[in-house]
């Protein structure tokens, strides 16, 4: 059974930082990419970063030079450092991953006072 589990959601202020982690049980190889997805009530879903299984990564403009995602192998975990936070990045973040088939987490609350 393959879960994806979030968590280091929370209330920051304008300027702060949080870390995103999604740890992965159920599946140790096979994963193509890690990525996560932010998502606003009545907005689509968007890709905020991705990395791959050489590392390379993606990201989002509207995070660039603040976002990085990372990959803790040993413990099957992908992370996402978050500085210099916005009002705006205030939204319920998605861990996800593909091997064979698409997986998502339950999603975690980032929420960024002004």
């Known amino acids: 059974q393959v879960q994806l589990v979030e968590s280091g959601g929370g209330l920051v202020q304008t300027g702060g930082s949080l870390r995103l982690s999604c740890a992965i049980s159920g599946m140790t190889s096979g994963i193509k990419i890690m990525s996560w997805f932010r998502q606003s009530l009545g907005n689509e879903r968007e890709l905020v970063a991705s990395?791959?299984?050489?590392?390379?990564?993606h990201y989002a403009d509207s995070v660039k030079g603040r976002f990085i995602i990372s990959r803790d192998y040993a413990k099957n975990t992908v992370l996402l450092q978050m500085d210099s936070l916005k009002p705006e990045d205030t939204r319920v973040y998605y861990c996800n991953v593909v091997d064979k088939r698409e997986w998502w987490g339950q999603g975690t609350q980032v929420t960024v006072s002004s």
């Open positions: 990395i791959t299984n050489d590392d390379s990564t």
